[in-house]
């Protein structure tokens, strides 16, 4: 329900943020009463990005589960933030190679926190597709695994795939000053 409630929140954010909103509701719900200055702006981006980050723990927690509904409703929670490779790194890597220097997601000493940030997300994408094309090479019994196939077949191309269908709707529906929010 958590996971719901953040959806529908951050819709409202969009609506918000655009001035785009259901005719079938109250626009008054809809009014944008801080967002025209500057300082308004930054603190509603920073109040939605810190639910945005609590829904993120719940994220985390539900890809840990064993259903498979629990592990999409997870990654669904990174999905917003672009980071849905997090479903497969964060298990498949990251637990795996915990604070040895294969981990992404483990600070080396002395680094500091937006090399760590940046190294991290760019390390998680390219292990995360490194992994898959092993799995699709393991599936497929060899090597000799045609491009075309390690891209359809990589679940990475999927997510990347949902990553453009987010931001083709928001653009399309709500426009580039949702989009940039």
């Known amino acids: 329900m958590f996971v719901f409630l ?9 609506c918000v943020i655009s001035g785009v909103h259901p005719t079938f509701l109250p626009s008054y719900i809809f009014e944008d009463k801080i ?20 829904n993120g723990l719940a994220g985390h927690e539900l890809i840990h589960k064993r259903e498979s509904y629990n592990k999409i409703l997870g990654m669904l929670t990174f999905s917003k933030l672009f980071y849905s490779h997090f479903l497969l790194e964060h298990s498949s890597g990251h637990h795996r190679n915990v604070a040895t220097p294969l981990d992404s997601a483990t600070a080396r000493l002395g680094e500091n926190f937006y090399a760590f940030s940046l190294r991290s997300a760019i390390g998680g994408h390219v292990n995360t597709w490194n992994r898959e094309v092993s799995r699709i090479e393991t599936k497929f019994e ?12 990589n679940k990475m191309t ?11 709707t928001i653009l399309t529906v709500f426009g580039i000053r949702a989009l940039v929010f």
């Open 6 to 14: 953040d959806y529908c929140v951050w819709i409202w954010c969009l």
């Open 35 to 54: 967002t025209s200055t500057i300082g308004g702006y930054y603190l509603f981006c920073f109040v939605w990005g810190y639910m945005a980050g609590v």
């Open 158 to 168: 999927w997510f990347a795939f949902l990553h453009l269908g987010i931001i083709a």
């Open 142 to 153: 060899g090597k000799k695994v045609p491009m075309t196939t390690i891209i359809l077949h």
